[in-house]
Nanobody, 126 residues
Framework: VQLQASGGGLVQDGGSLRLSCAASGQTFSWGTRAWFRQAPGKEREFVAAIRRSDGATSYQDSLKGRFTISRDRIKNTAALQMSSLKPEDTAVYFC????????????????????WGQGTEVTVSS
């Protein structure tokens, strides 16, 4: 299974971007998809996650209201709509997937995910 993240780029403070994550390779029945990000010199952190079965979502508290995660079960994709972007949102964004349908408390853990994309870079200029 390969995950391919796309949609990153340079955007001005207050702008919007939509990231997409496509899965390819062997037939992959995923349970939970997620986005993480890693800013220069910082650890990778949880952004958002969504469960395939019921669309249940989880977000990093500080991002609620600005970021929205969605999924397309038929296309096997997950997207992250980001709005009102700030310079502190600058990071490499990684998509991740797990075959398990995680409960909320587990969705934010890096160790919950078996498959990772290569990352797409988002730069927000002030």
């Amino acid at each position: 299974v390969q995950l391919q993240a796309s949609g990153g780029g340079l955007v001005q403070d207050g702008g919007s971007l939509r990231l997409s994550c496509a899965a390819s390779g062997q037939t992959f029945s995923w349970g939970t998809r997620a986005w993480f990000r890693q800013a220069p010199g910082k650890e990778r952190e949880f952004v958002a996650a969504i469960r395939r079965s019921d669309g249940a979502t989880s977000y990093q508290d500080s991002l609620k209201g600005r970021f929205t995660i969605s999924r397309d079960r038929i296309k096997n994709t997950a997207a992250l709509q980001m709005s009102s972007l700030k310079p502190e949102d600058t990071a490499v964004y990684f998509c991740a997937a797990s075959p398990r349908s995680w409960i909320q408390s587990a969705r934010a853990a890096i160790t919950s995910y078996d498959h990772w994309g290569q990352g797409t870079e988002v730069t927000v200029s002030s």
